[in-house]
């Protein structure tokens, strides 16, 4: 979404962080099996070291072996045709664990280019992050950076040369202040946690849990989200999880095992053969719900939505969701990068599978492009949300016929 005028910009200090597919592992240790050599293996790597030889004798060019096999790998991968399997470098396997922990290397700031030229204006520090620390605050406007001026740049031109030279370590971003004062800020990038969960009280007896991930402390979240907004006064939730990629099994299980009744919850089936099914023991939220859901609803976000479906839990409002069957692990090298790689299929409580297919919303309200984007980037008002009015009307229509 370049072609956009903010985005989100944590600046990372190392590469950036892919998006985490529902994994039922971070590691996957002993993943291969032990002293089996099979055919088609014994084959491709007798290929790759014959073109190794080849590029070795009589490539007349310079070249650095370890982009080569990066490249030989990462190719192998997507040759599998599996859109949630990759190859990470060390680097991106180093910011793929943070962002499982909902940690994340960098300053800490949502920005957006003024469309008068004028610089960077900060839209959103975020909590404990570098720059919270250093002083910077939503409403400052960045106009240099390291004494370089910005405020004639494109927006991705300004974002990459930022993060060029926050790799390198400290920046001064020369700032204006929301007072109107000029101040030169030093920020030194870290890292710092993001919290996947937040919630707000809305109108008509109806609580919001907007849940941005899966990954670690989501359900223990999501529950004292919920437990809060009970005591405010809520006596119907609606769970936001548009644009989440998902995460960890242990936290979605957790999360629909505070919602759901006894039951099941989940089952996978590896490629053993082996099966694993996970259950709901009787303790569950009993009112009015609702799920949000999107194009951009990923694994175990849309698991979550489907399995409240399918137990009749939750009305599922607003776009199809993607349509992702399929668990990964992540099993390291010994370079010190991993293939993420799809090695279980799972299916919903009642035994579908959503690979290909996707969950179509119960109350289908498509959104136009510009809401969409404002959707994304953290910046939709409630009152110009047409899926969160739609899911609020049902709710209210339920609560209506109970009172």
């Known amino acids: 979404m370049n072609d956009n005028k903010y985005t989100f910009v944590y600046i990372l200090s190392h590469a950036a962080a892919l998006i985490v597919g529902f994994a039922i592992a971070v590691f996957a240790l002993n993943a291969f099996r032990p002293n089996i050599i099979s055919r088609s293996e014994r084959e491709m790597t007798e290929k790759l070291s014959?073109?190794?030889?080849?590029?070795?004798?009589?490539?007349?060019?310079?070249?650095?072996?370890?982009?080569?096999?990066?490249?030989?790998?990462?190719?192998?991968?997507?040759?599998?045709?599996?859109?949630?399997?990759?190859?990470?470098?060390?680097?991106?396997?180093?910011?793929?664990?943070?962002?499982?922990?909902?940690?994340?290397?960098?300053?800490?700031?949502?920005?957006?280019?003024?469309?008068?030229?004028?610089?960077?204006?900060?839209?959103?520090?975020?909590?404990?992050?570098?720059?919270?620390?250093?002083?910077?605050e939503p409403g400052c406007l960045i106009t240099a950076v390291n004494g370089r001026d910005i405020t004639g740049m494109e927006y991705d031109e300004a974002v990459a040369m930022m993060r060029s030279m926050v790799d390198e370590g400290t920046v001064t971003l020369r700032t204006i202040m929301p007072d109107g004062s000029e101040k030169d800020i030093s920020v030194t990038p870290g890292s710092f946690e993001i919290d996947p969960v937040s919630y707000e009280l809305l109108d008509g007896g109806v609580g919001l849990i907007r849940i941005s991930n899966f990954e670690d402390r989501c359900a223990d979240q999501m529950r004292a989200a919920a437990e809060r907004l009970i005591e405010q006064g809520a006596e119907a939730l609606i769970f936001d999880v548009r644009n989440n990629p998902g995460g960890q099994l242990k936290e979605l299980i957790a999360a629909l095992d505070f919602i759901l009744p006894e039951g099941v919850l989940f089952k996978g089936r590896d490629v053993f053969g082996n099966e694993e099914i996970e259950s709901s023991d009787a303790d569950c939220l009993d009112m009015p719900m609702a799920v949000l859901i999107n194009g951009a609803t990923f694994s175990a976000a849309e698991f979550f939505a489907a399995a409240l479906e399918e137990?009749?839990?939750?009305?599922?409002?607003?776009?199809?969701?993607?349509?992702?069957?399929?668990?990964q692990v992540t099993v390291p090298l010994s370079d010190g990068g991993a293939i993420h790689i799809s090695s279980i299929e799972y299916f919903t409580p009642k035994g579908v599978s959503l690979a290909g297919v996707g969950l179509t919303p119960f109350a289908e309200a498509e959104m136009n492009y510009d809401d969409s984007v404002s959707l994304y980037y953290g910046m939709l008002a409630n009152e110009d949300d047409i899926q969160l009015i739609k899911a609020e009307e049902l709710l209210a229509a339920d609560l209506k016929k109970a009172s």
């Not at 190719?75 to 045709?81: E, F, H």
């Not at 910011?95 to 957006?112: E, R």
Request: aromatic letters at 12%.
């Open 50 to 136: 014959e073109a190794v030889k080849v590029i070795d004798r009589y490539y007349v060019g310079d070249f650095d072996p370890e982009a080569v096999s990066d490249g030989a790998i990462r190719a192998m991968v997507d040759s599998l045709g599996d859109r949630w399997s990759y190859y990470l470098t060390a680097d991106e396997l180093q910011s793929f664990v943070l962002s499982s922990m909902n940690m994340f290397d960098g300053v800490g700031i949502l920005m957006q280019r003024l469309d008068d030229g004028e610089g960077m204006l900060i839209i959103e520090v975020y909590a404990n992050s570098p720059a919270s620390q250093a002083g910077l």
């Open 311 to 327: 137990y009749g839990w939750a009305y599922t409002v607003g776009e199809k969701t993607t349509g992702k069957g399929y668990a």
